[in-house]
């Protein structure tokens, strides 16, 4: 099995990515809130490589090796068009079915693949692992338990969107200024995360994080989708991925016994790669 370094621009910025070549299917790849391709993509990838697919691994713009500044800056509407230019590029190589694309998206990236997905009906398939698919129950979570950060955390927030870009920690301890510190996400990035990763998010994403609902999208997933849910997550609403896989027509939904970090670490990667993989198999896009 062989990859190579690929880009193409979303907004003007070089985008990094590897290219794993397979066949006519395409499995467009990103990784969640301020993670990269090196942090545990490479199994995913090439279990579904093997499965048959091609596939292409990206790193959002101003993360990872991708270019654009200022850096570790987040926004779902960034990432999104990030989605499209990989989707656009995808289509064009060589011995790709532009039909035949799937995305693939875990946690933030999960809830942005539901977005693109939704105004595409050209998406053959979604592959959503543990995703983030209702902000406003992130919001409530966070400001119950945590009422003054959330405070601190919104009020920069709001400066970074009026044009005053700055950052606060991606994870920390429960107490902290960080935009990830629920009990025990501080020790999941810890263990998932590669040594390049940059504990830095810009907070700007958070002023309208409530209204991000890509739950209320799932009975226009008319196409496959194949739904990991960990019974211990506690970072993403179980809830909401429950009603995706409830009411999108074809939807496939596997649970695991897992916290949110834990499909890149440990044994459990190698089990949920499998079970994608099988799934990928089994369609006839």
């Known amino acids: 099995m062989t990859r190579e370094d690929v880009t193409f621009l979303s907004g003007g910025d070089e985008i990094a990515a590897w290219l794993y070549r397979g066949g006519e299917v395409c499995v467009v790849m990103a990784h969640g809130f301020s993670l990269t391709r090196h942090d545990g993509l490479h199994t995913y990838a090439e279990a579904l490589n093997s499965a048959g697919a091609t596939v292409l691994v990206f790193d959002h713009r101003y993360l990872g090796d991708s270019g654009g500044e200022p850096r570790q800056r987040i926004r779902v509407k960034e990432q999104s068009d ?47 692992l543990c995703p983030f698919l209702d902000g406003r129950a992130r919001v409530i979570g966070t400001t119950r338990r945590t009422p003054w950060v959330a405070t601190r955390v919104m009020g920069r927030a709001i400066r970074d969107r009026l044009g005053s870009p700055n950052t606060i920690k991606a994870t920390g301890e429960p107490g902290e200024m960080a935009a990830m510190a629920f009990t025990g996400e501080a020790a ?31 009975k226009r997933m008319a196409m496959p989708v194949w739904v990991g849910l960990g019974e211990r ?8 991925i429950e009603k995706l896989a409830r009411e999108a027509p074809h939807a496939e939904l596997h649970r ?30």
Not at 273 to 281: F, I, K, S
């Open 82 to 128: 990030d989605y499209r230019a990989a989707i656009a590029y995808a289509r064009g190589l060589d011995g790709i079915d532009p039909k035949k694309i799937v995305l693939w998206g875990y946690s933030f990236a999960g809830g942005t693949s539901v977005n693109v997905a939704a105004n595409d009906p050209r998406i053959a398939g979604l592959i959503l």
């Open 188 to 218: 999941g990035f810890a263990a998932c995360a590669s040594s390049e990763w940059i504990n830095e998010a810009s907070p700007g994403a958070f002023a309208t994080i409530a209204t991000h609902r890509p739950v209320t999208k799932a």
């Open 233 to 240: 997550d506690i970072t993403v609403s179980g809830k909401a």
């Open 256 to 285: 695991y016994g897992i916290a949110h970090f834990e499909p890149f670490h440990g044994n459990d990667p190698a089990v949920i790669a499998a079970d994608q993989a099988d799934w990928l198999r089994r369609q006839s896009f």
